[in-house]
């Protein structure tokens, strides 16, 4: 069944000796004289290009194989091990993480060359693309670890990567902060991890702990702790895949330079909630109820984040929470058990999510770092290039006819229609139709009627060729790559289904051709709606209203930031006061304030005897020596 | 005298140490013979743990009769259990001679004259060699915080000894009344663990006996709530003193538990074992939640360390190989994580001449290397995989799942309380706009760096291949656990409620 | 017969010691402890006659040699007392009063 292949275990270690050489090279000579920024952008993108190479290589190898043999292999060493636990530092390369491995690899190595052109002048050019190879090295580990515990490696690496590419601009305090968020929101999810791991090992983990014992040993679960890991393991994906309640730090997130956001906050890191539940198919498919809990959060943050996408007016914030809410998408996908429904979209949406954040990457380039929408306008013919790809990426985001998006999206709505998920299938549509609403109203209001700030619109011109190149590729992508899973209806044979088949744990429901034919076109009519009232109001150019009522409830995305301030952090603070002003010193020191006052009542009730006259020691003595003689003549008789 | 290796690590510093404070040296002079001693037992460490075979008992032995009369002996050995104790004691110390340069021939001197009472503690395999080292040990710490602390220096010393004496007079008593039961029921005296070990507990003083040895190392660790010597201490004490402290004596608090409690008193160990282990959790978030306010980065890192000694000591509690590993590798992993900070806190005061946490800030756009071998070690301390801490903390965390799954899930909220304090102080520090102060900051020199690479690369290793470590202790460990599980079920089954006083095991 | 001299030893020790004690003036204090070592050498002596062994009598010399020696010792200390407070007066001499 499983085949072992050395060469896997060299995917992450390339970008991660990338990332040590440039950390290095950054670190000793950035107070001094650095080296051309030229050597580290060709250091920076070799280590990602070598590991997509071989991602093309374990795909091809993988595809040699019969399909239930589609298990590649390697242990690179015994990480640890304890008594029953036995932890290896090793790695899986199958049907789903090769998937995942292609477009990491591959969206990865294109961000990589766009930042040679976004970051270049900046002065810790050498430190971002550190970073960034770390990045993409955790996340291989994250994908390829064989087990839970590798992946969790890759789990919290990513996160600080995270964290160190958001407080990147570090000398304003809010980005840092904002940096601290992300970091901490994903260290609550971290905890729902760790428990998750624990339970589940104490569970079944002890014949094995990697996926393939675990998923052997599945069947040994009793309910009651199959749901509270299954659950647990949630809390970590609600972490890290920004659902509700920890999406909070994922707008934030945006204070990171924009490719960062294309790639870690898009298209990569934050899909590994999903890419884990779908890892633990073999879990979630056993109980279902998990999995509906998983599919409503979902949901249910797809339509909150779309309804705050529709008020934003910073263009990075705007494509956040469109982020935010396609991955509910994803986790209604997963829950329902409609896994590669969910995979498929992971994979679409690296495509034109990484696309739209580029292309906002560029807009931004040119209006120096202006991201407000109400301030652009018009901006189609000077940036033509940039325009064409963020609409094709736009397209392909709101569920444009045989874009990408389309399929994607359609698969998760007819799946959720025909196992009998109704209100979850009627509030998808509702988000889909929104979808299209705020990313139209973001494409007319950059692009579209009048410039709304001459002097920006004169400066503006479309980025050099080493930023435009990506996004044009990324723009076939997005547009093509839902050819790779085309459904029957179409003509297709779900082959991204068909591969993703010997990982997961799924079954295919079989119904009339009429509930499919429902779901399109449903779905059709909802991105026309939706596109339809965000021309009307923008399409020839608006100017910035005045929130009112429930829409400025939602502009102020429903106080959750202020909410969660009173709730948890402030709190916390004063907790954390409380205790080293007032518990401290006074409460928790009782028992030795104590002693030292008996103590000092004992000396001042002995003092007395201290008259300082020697002839009154004299008399002690004398009393002491009669009883001394007294006590020995007794006890002598 | 590779049969007295123990013998040489304890003593060589010791009269190094003497030796010094008789004749009159330089502080050069005495730095740098400090250096070549620490060195020396550095490298005897190395060896010892090269040729540790990690079979689960006893190695280096060293047994000669001390006074007969008694049972006494000077008995020496090393186990899985104490040889990361033991490294945590060698590897570090060097560090401290080279990078404070300032202080005086006599401050050296106690610094090697506390390492070689440190390594005693460890080494010895006798209760009565054992107390005599704890109390030694105490001696150098009193006099470094006393003579050459801050400003509030003598409330802090007088609490620190007068504390920790109190703690260890408990245990003397109890020490006496554990070898007297062994005279009753064997017949003979001994002090020697592995022979008492074997002793059956009758009566009813046995809890209070117990009680008392746990109060001395409780103290020691410190566990909630006898920990409120620590800020004080840890503040005032100069930065190298608090680092032996919480790097090492600290630990041989959580050693001690381990190797002279659990043996001895089994069953009293078993029934506190719940309410021993929510001391631990209940410290590790008091403190934490603590740190969070503290101004004072020293302050704030002895908060942190207080917090993690509530998590290694809880490892000991769950009384399962996992967890036990894990506290014994976490030993090694804190000393090398939040032992190095405060050294790194040291160099910062020494540099600006200030600690306080709003004086500081964007230190690291001119000092990259400082800022990121500080960010590393803070990575470790917060328990981030790749690096020392977290598979010390994930053992644990395991550990305590299986023996609670409450005092688990709580032991668990330490990955959140850790990262909340040391990132807003990182944020405070090292980023955001720099000042006058932090702009004369200089980077590590050459030889300082070179100081610091080893841990650092220390902390790296430990996190990726902690095998290399693992494999040596968790013989030990699970022959230990196996004692513990091998007492009669019915005996813990309904003595898990800790009342006190209650006798239910007569026989 | 011994105890003749017992009690005599015995009340001769109460005599020193009611003098210690009731005594304010350093020189009669003094003396009195002098009585008592006196009254313990008596009942030395009477052991030792007793006994038939010259034990005693050698702790006897000791006694008396050492209370020489002390004598010597406390007359120095007494002339500097009186040349520090001009008074003999034990009351004056309170200063370890708690």
Known sequence: ?637 | MFEHALSVMIFLPILTGLVMLLFPLSKGTARITGFVVTVAILFRGIEIFLGFTGTGGMEYVESHSWIQSLGISYGLGIDGISLLVLMAGTVLFPMVFTIFKTQSKGYYANLLIAQGAMIGTICATDLVLFYIFWEVMLLPIFFMIGLYGGPKRIPATLKITIYTIAGSLLMLAALVYVAVSYHTQFGKWTFDIVQLSELNLGSGFAVWAFLMFMIAFAIKIPLFPFHTWLPDAYTEAPTSTTFVLSAIMAKIGVYGVIRFVVPVFEIEFARFAVLLSLAGVTGMIYCGLAAISQKDMKRMLAFSSASHMGIIALGVFCMNVQALTGTLFQIAAHATSTGVLFLFVGLMEERMQTRKIEDLGGIAYRAPIFATFFAIAMLASVGLPGTSGFIGEFLIILGAIKFNAFIGILAGTTLIIGVCYMLWMFQRVFFEKSNERTEEFQDLNVSEALTFLPVIVLILAMGIFPQTFIKKIEPAARQQIVKVFTIPQAQVADTTVPTLGHNNHKK | MIQDYLILSVILFCLGILGVITRRNVFTVFMSIELMLNAANLAFLAFSRLHESMDGHVLVMMVMAVAAAEAALALAVVILLHKHKGKLDTNVFSLLRG
């Open chain 1, 1 to 637: 069944m499983e085949h072992t292949a050395t060469y896997i275990g060299l995917i992450p270690l390339f970008p991660l000796v990338g990332a040590l050489v440039l950390g290095l090279m950054h670190m000793l000579t950035c107070t001094k004289n650095p080296f051309p920024e030229k050597l580290y952008g060709i250091l920076a993108c070799v280590g990602p290009l070598l590991s997509f190479f071989l991602a093309l290589v374990v795909y091809y190898h993988l595809k040699g194989l019969p399909a239930e043999e589609r298990f590649l292999s390697h242990n690179a060493f015994t990480w640890f091990a304890v008594g029953d636990l036995q932890v290896n530092m090793g790695f899986l390369a199958d049907p789903l993480s090769s998937l995942m491995l292609l477009f990491v690899t591959f969206i990865g190595s294109l961000i990589h060359i766009y930042s040679i052109g976004y970051m270049a002048g900046d002065k810790n050019f050498g430190k971002f693309f550190a970073y960034l190879n770390l990045f993409l090295g955790s996340m291989l580990i994250l994908v390829l670890g064989s087990g839970p515990v590798v992946m969790f490696v890759g789990w919290e690496g990513v996160g600080l990567c995270s964290y160190l590419l958001i407080s990147f601009y570090s000398e304003d305090t809010d980005n840092v902060l904002a940096g601290n968020k992300a970091f901490i929101v994903n260290r609550i999810g971290d905890l729902g991890f760790v428990l998750g791991m624990s339970f589940l090992f104490w569970a079944i983990g002890t014949h094995g702990f990697d996926y393939l014992s675990l998923k052997a040993n599945a069947h040994n679960l009793t309910p009651g702790i199959g749901i509270a890991v299954c659950l647990l393991l949630f809390i970590g994906a609600c972490g890290k895949s920004a659902q509700i309640p920890l999406y909070v730090w994922l707008p934030d997130a945006m204070a990171g330079p924009t490719p960062v956001s294309a790639l870690i906050h898009a298209a990569t890191m934050v899909t590994a909630g999903v890419y884990m539940v779908a890892r633990f198919s073999f879990l979630y498919a056993h109980f279902p109820l998990a999995g509906s809990i998983v599919a409503w959060v979902g949901i249910l943050t797809a339509l909150l984040a779309a309804f705050f996408g529709m008020f934003q007016k910073d263009i990075k914030k705007i494509l956040a929470y469109s982020t935010v809410s396609q991955l509910g998408y994803m986790f209604a996908a997963v829950g329902i058990a409609a896994y590669s429904a969910g995979i498929f979209h992971v994979f679409t949406h690296a495509f034109f999510k990484a696309l739209l954040f580029l292309g906002a990457g560029s807009v931004i380039y040119a209006l120096h770092h202006q991201q407000d929408i109400w301030k652009m306008g018009g901006l189609k013919d000077k940036m033509p290039k940039t325009y064409g790809t963020m609409l094709i990426g736009a397209l392909a985001l709101s569920g444009a006819p045989l874009f990408s998006g389309f399929f994607s999206k359609d698969e998760i709505l007819f799946s959720a229609l025909a196992s009998g998920h109704t209100g979850i299938w009627i509030i998808g549509v509702l988000v889909a139709g929104m979808t299209a609403y705020y990313t139209f109203r973001m494409i007319f209001l950059v692009f579209h009627g009048e410039p709304r700030d001459k002097e920006i619109y004169d400066h503006a011109k479309d980025a050099p060729p080493v930023m435009t190149i990506p996004l044009i590729i990324l723009a076939v992508g997005a547009a093509f790559a839902g050819v790779l899973n085309l459904p029957g209806i179409f003509g297709g044979s779900l082959n991204i289904s068909h591969w993703l088949a010997p990982s997961l744990v799924e079954h295919h429901p079989h119904v009339s051709i009429w509930i499919e034919i429902l779901a399109i076109v449903t779905s059709i009519a909802a991105f026309a709606a939706g596109i339809t009232i965000a021309y009307r109001k923008f399409g020839h150019g608006a100017e910035e209203p005045e929130y009112t009522g429930f829409a400025k409830f939602g502009y102020n995305k429903f106080y959750v930031d202020e909410i969660y301030n009173a709730v948890f952090v402030q709190p916390y603070k004063a907790v954390g006061s409380v205790i080293s002003k007032f518990l401290e010193p006074n409460v928790t020191d009782i028992h030795v304030k104590l002693c030292t006052w008996l103590y000092q009542k004992a000396g001042k009730a002995f003092k007395v005897f201290q008259v300082g006259y020697i002839r009154v020691y004299a008399i002690y003595m004398v009393i002491g020596l009669s009883l001394m003689s007294l006590f020995l003549s007794q006890s002598l008789k």
